[in-house]
């Protein structure tokens, strides 16, 4: 059996993607990872031996570029999402069973396409509940497309969303397929979500309600055991006192990462704290040379959540299921797309704070880790750890077995 895994995302979206890889070469499938060519996610890649085909500009050269990206430019850069990877998967999908797509709508509408044109089983995953419509919330604002302040009824928010969707990526989806012969579409959004996706997602952490109008079927996030050992230099700083509190905003640009990080120190000072400071795509460094703080790059965050008194970070999937799973408290900082909803969830769940809005300042911050910091929300991490889904990777890999036993679904002229 082969698979093609693809995802344009952060370092967050490629990260079940290494789980998922794993566990189908486990049952002795052939696998191929298409991604932005991010050097961290190739060498992450390399290191569980899978080959990474690289498609795309960078997402963190356009995320952290000089210009930041524009609603204005989405078009364009959809345009070149779609063709990207149609022509990277296709090359890449030759004697291929499944295509699984994840990640930016645009890039996932090229590998739909490449099902379409090649008669091969497609599998459309989400790492959050939120991205896929429900009665029962909201969906995210599409770029340059606020959701109206007066409605109320998700139904038609999410009827909204598709008109959005198609408004925003439709004329770049349908230029590209009308160029290789495939019918046009009228809810591109639809089309590649299925009527039947997968939600890579814990279902304590992040459940799928019903009723719903979709079928989806939830595996539990692809996570997988990091057995990375922490460099000395950190391992030697967690020895040498209580429990740090970490600080990190993953792939999130900041505007002022320096002040970000003096006010976030501050804070932490305050509760008798030490600091890890996670430098990420905003680059945070050091206030100072006291030696209460340390700074990491890439680094092995299962094991170094479980040596925290707490996580500050913005909410995104991958580091809110890590930090869970790790059983650490934590203070989310939300800054856009489906962070609130995981900061909601996590205050929900007792297992830490959510701060409202993305800046924070000394009081608000000490405000948020002073709830995180207290014995009661530690006990209630360490619970809602225990009852954390670790099989969601072998549960989505025996699925893509099976799918692939199916019939393969015709060719598209």
Known sequence: MRVVLSGYDSRGGIEPLVGLSVR???????????????????KRLAGIGVEMVPTGQSVRRLVTGRTPPTAAGVPRRAAELVAAFYDTVRAAAEGCDVLVATGLLPAAAGVK?????LGIRYVYGSYQPVSLPS???PPIPRPGRPLPSDVTDNRVLWDQDAQDAQAVFGEAVNTHRASIGLRLLDNVRDHVFTDRPWLAADPVLAPWRQPA???????????????RPLSAELSAFLDAGTPPVYVGFGSIPLRDPEDVTRVAVEAIRAQGRRAVISRGWADLALIDDQDDCFAVGEVNHQ?????VAAAVHHGGAG???????????????????????FAGRVADLGIGAAHDGPAFTFESLSAALRTALTPETLVRA?????????????????LLLDTADQERPPLSA
């Open 382 to 398: 360490r619970a809602v750890a225990d009852t954390f889904r670790t099989d969601g990777a072998t549960v989505a890999a025996k």
């Open 24 to 42: 189908l070469r486990e049952l002795g499938a052939e696998v191929r990872v298409c991604a932005s060519p991010d050097e961290e996610f190739a």
């Open 113 to 117: 396409a490449v099902a379409e044109k």
């Open 303 to 307: 094991a170094l959540f479980r040596r």
């Open 319 to 341: 580091t809110t299921t890590t930090a869970t799973w790790a059983g650490a408290p934590q203070v989310l900082v939300p800054q856009g797309g489906d962070q609130p909803y």
């Open 135 to 137: 009665p029962h919330h």
């Open 213 to 227: 109008d979709l079928d989806v079927v939830q595996t539990g996030a692809w996570v997988l055991p990091d057995e």
